[in-house]
């Protein structure tokens, strides 16, 4: 074999082989981390007790069991933005949630029913908080939040429909108190004004139909009509 020939296929053997140990490089763990698709770990009697694998949502995921068998905590990437911790009782119903995505922070609490009966968190509309508490079948009833003059209460009746909001005036900022019926139309309201306290009822059309207060008038003085 001529010396160029040898310099040739000395070269390309040099070449080959630099090109496996990279490739071994990128896929061997690194650290001496071991690879596997999911991990569980049994009792003495045998029943799992922990599960790491991939969840559903392609992130990480670990289940811990108790001695029944049944999952009581599984902690896992929801999305690529939205960790949670889920709790269980001992009969595989939800119990509570506890995460974190774009809006903030939230903790979910459940019913028997495995209904929400209550959660508070991140307001994801502003830079405020929220909390709320459920009837049965998960209808919203009383709900503790911020808007951009202040903070509101919100109370709805037993199917989610609202009929009283006390709180800070969404667009004045100023007390308010307003009543509204089944239908959640307003037919009351009670504020606070520049010039003092007013009354003013409603009919079904949303029109003033009739108030009581103080005119805007120097004098501030009584004013019905």
Same mark, same amino acid.
């Given at each position: 074999m001529r010396t160029i020939e040898r310099i040739a296929l000395y070269g390309l053997v040099a070449w080959v082989a630099v090109a496996a140990i990279d490739r071994a490089d990128a896929e061997d763990p690194p650290n001496g981390a071991i690879t596997a698709t999911s991990v569980e770990i049994k009792g003495d009697d045998g029943k799992v007790v922990m599960r790491l694998g991939a969840g559903s949502g392609g992130g990480g995921q670990l289940d811990l069991f108790a001695g029944n068998g049944r999952r009581v905590v599984r902690l896992h990437a929801r999305s690529d933005n939205d960790g949670e911790l889920i709790l269980y009782d001992d009969?595989?119903?939800?119990?509570?949630?506890? /995460? #974190?995505?774009?809006?903030?922070?939230? @903790?979910?609490?459940?019913?028997?029913?495995?209904?929400?009966? %209550? *959660?508070?968190? !991140?307001?994801?509309?502003?830079?405020?908080?929220?909390?709320?508490?459920?009837?049965? /079948? #998960?209808?919203?009833?009383?709900?503790? @939040?911020?808007?951009?003059?202040?903070?509101?209460?919100?109370? %709805? *009746?037993?199917? !989610?429909?609202?009929?009283?909001?006390?709180?800070?005036a969404s667009d004045t900022g100023v007390g308010m108190l307003s009543l509204g019926n089944l239908a959640g139309v307003p037919g009351a309201l009670l504020f606070a004004s520049e010039h003092g306290g007013q009354i003013v009822a409603l009919n079904t059309k949303k029109q003033k139909a009739a108030f009581l207060g103080v005119s805007a008038s120097p004098a501030g003085n009584g004013l019905i009509y």
């Open positions: 009969a595989g119903r939800l119990r509570a949630a506890v /995460g #974190g995505n774009d809006a903030g922070g939230y @903790a979910n609490f459940y019913s028997r029913s495995n209904d929400i009966a %209550s *959660n508070i968190g !991140g307001d994801a509309g502003r830079d405020g908080g929220f909390f709320a508490i459920y009837g049965p /079948g #998960g209808k919203r009833q009383v709900m503790c @939040a911020t808007n951009d003059k202040g903070g509101s209460l919100t109370v %709805s *009746n037993h199917d !989610g429909t609202t009929v009283a909001v006390c709180g800070a």
